[in-house]
Each structure stands twice: as structure tokens, then as C-alpha cells.
């Protein structure tokens, strides 16, 4: 079955998303005019995930985001953050971060929700998350005047990394010591 793994390479690679096991099911079976059974498929991605997890690869197959996706090995982590930094114009600012982050904890949200909470207006870094694609309009709002309701995408996560928003640091990660501002008086 190593066609099969051949095959399956090339999805993973060419996908501009993560490709999860159904899509990749469905590809194969409509290319190959048959069922292919999700056992093999299975199979063939973890034979693929050890075959790239040796030494002479600088790359692997990752499982993020609802499904698979070839990334760098942290090793070449210090070449990969020079090339970014040369391209850091698409770097979040510290406004997109925190709106962001309101939209990742409180989604589905409305543009006012966000606002409220920021106390600025967030016009413009919605724009721009939404030109990133890391965020997506989710449909409308009942309340008055139907304001659009946002909330993260599936770029989101492989963006930060995660499989799922249960993966997002909760509040009980952080400690008391390291949010604070100024001194307790005793």
C-alpha cells in the first residue's frame, strides 16, 4: 500500500488547511472509484507521521486543527524565526492580540461586547483579523439592530498552535502574583 501513502503525502502536503482523516477518506475514494477504508487511511498517516519524525527530516506531520498538516521541527526553530521576522509585517499588534483573545474566550461575540470590554474602539483591528483570517463572522445577534457575532477559525488554531479551544490556557493556569499591578497593602 505504499501508493497509498504516496497519495496521502500529497494531500497533506499541497492543503493549504489541516486535512482531516475524512477529508483525506474522500479524496482517495473518489480518485480511486472505490471505498477506502478509514482503518488504512489511519494507518498510512501513522506511517507517514513515523517516517517523518526521524532525525533527517527537518520536517513532520503534525495533528492540529481538526487534522494533519506538515510543520518544521522545533530544531530549526531559530532559522524559521529569522525568516519570520523579515516578514513581521504580519506580526499581531498588542490591540489585535487583545481583541483577539476577547473573541477567542467570550465567541460568539458582538463588535460592542468587545468594546465594552477594551473600553476603544476595535473597528480596525477586526478588519485586520479578519483580513488574517483568524477570525470569522458566525452570523448575527437577536438583539437590536442584528450586529454581526465573531468568532475564531480553524487558522486561529493552527496560528497558535491548539487542536480545539479547550486547549486555550484558563484562568486557574495563571497565577494571582503574575497579573497584578502594584503592591498589596497589608
Given at each position: 500500500?505504499?501508493?497509498?501513502?504516496?497519495?496521502?503525502?500529497?494531500?497533506?502536503f499541497?492543503?493549504?488547511?489541516?486535512?482531516?482523516?475524512?477529508?483525506?477518506?474522500?479524496?482517495?475514494?473518489?480518485?480511486?472509484?472505490?471505498?477506502?477504508?478509514?482503518?488504512?487511511?489511519?494507518?498510512?498517516?501513522?506511517?507517514?507521521?513515523?517516517k517523518?519524525?526521524?532525525?533527517?527530516?527537518?520536517?513532520?506531520?503534525?495533528?492540529?486543527?481538526g487534522?494533519?498538516?506538515?510543520?518544521t521541527?522545533?530544531?530549526?526553530?531559530?532559522?524559521?524565526?529569522?525568516l519570520?521576522?523579515?516578514?513581521?509585517?504580519?506580526?499581531?499588534?498588542?490591540?489585535?492580540l487583545?481583541?483577539?483573545?476577547?473573541?477567542?474566550?467570550?465567541?460568539?461575540?458582538?463588535?460592542?461586547?468587545?468594546?465594552?470590554?477594551?473600553?476603544?474602539?476595535?473597528?480596525?483591528?477586526?478588519?485586520?483579523?479578519?483580513?488574517?483570517?483568524?477570525?470569522?463572522?458566525?452570523?448575527?445577534?437577536?438583539s437590536?439592530?442584528?450586529?454581526?457575532?465573531?468568532?475564531?477559525?480553524?487558522?486561529?488554531?493552527?496560528?497558535?498552535?491548539?487542536?480545539?479551544?479547550?486547549?486555550?490556557?484558563?484562568?486557574?493556569?495563571?497565577?494571582?502574583?503574575?497579573?497584578?499591578?502594584?503592591?498589596?497593602?497589608?
Amino acid at each position: 500500500m505504499d501508493f497509498l501513502h504516496r497519495h496521502i503525502e500529497a494531500l497533506i502536503f499541497c492543503a493549504p488547511a489541516p486535512l482531516g482523516l475524512e477529508d483525506i477518506q474522500r479524496c482517495l475514494s473518489e480518485m480511486f472509484g472505490s471505498e477506502i477504508p478509514s482503518e488504512h487511511v489511519s494507518e498510512a498517516v501513522e506511517a507517514l507521521r513515523e517516517k517523518y519524525s526521524k532525525d533527517e527530516y527537518s520536517f513532520t506531520i503534525e495533528n492540529l486543527g481538526g487534522g494533519f498538516q506538515f510543520l518544521t521541527k522545533p530544531a530549526y526553530q531559530a532559522s524559521i524565526s529569522i525568516l519570520l521576522r523579515q516578514q513581521s509585517h504580519k506580526k499581531l499588534s498588542t490591540a489585535q492580540l487583545e481583541t483577539l483573545s476577547i473573541i477567542a474566550y467570550r465567541q460568539p461575540v458582538t463588535k460592542t461586547e468587545i468594546e465594552h470590554i477594551r473600553g476603544v474602539n476595535c473597528d480596525y483591528s477586526i478588519q485586520k483579523l479578519l483580513e488574517k483570517e483568524l477570525i470569522a463572522i458566525k452570523g448575527k445577534s437577536d438583539s437590536v439592530g442584528k450586529p454581526l457575532l465573531y468568532g475564531t477559525s480553524i487558522k486561529f488554531m493552527e496560528y497558535f498552535g491548539i487542536n480545539s479551544l479547550h486547549d486555550l490556557p484558563q484562568p486557574k493556569d495563571f497565577s494571582q502574583e503574575e497579573n497584578q499591578i502594584g503592591e498589596i497593602k497589608e
